[in-house]
């Protein structure tokens, strides 16, 4: 982060996650979610400290895809650095 708490990036990426996807009927489907990650400037992490969120997805089943909506919350949040929450919103599978 600069001094502004603006992302600069890194030479290497940490994630994880986990999801659990659900139909609940023919059209619509639930995904509860975990991730974690972290980003570092030199090119080997220099420890293994993620930063972890929690969400909610929700789909419906189109023809062409998953119309997904997500929402999802910091569990660790940073002061002045990380929003209380994001929505995403994208059509397709994500892998």
Known sequence: LDDDNDPLGGRSVLEVGAEFRARVTESFGIVPFIEGGNVYARSEPEDISLLWA???????????????????VPLDKRDNVDDDF?????????F
């Open 54 to 72: 929690a969400g909610l997805g929700f789909r419906y089943y189109t023809a062409v895809g998953p119309l997904r909506f997500d929402v999802a």
């Open 86 to 94: 994001q929505f995403y919103i994208s059509l397709g599978q994500a």
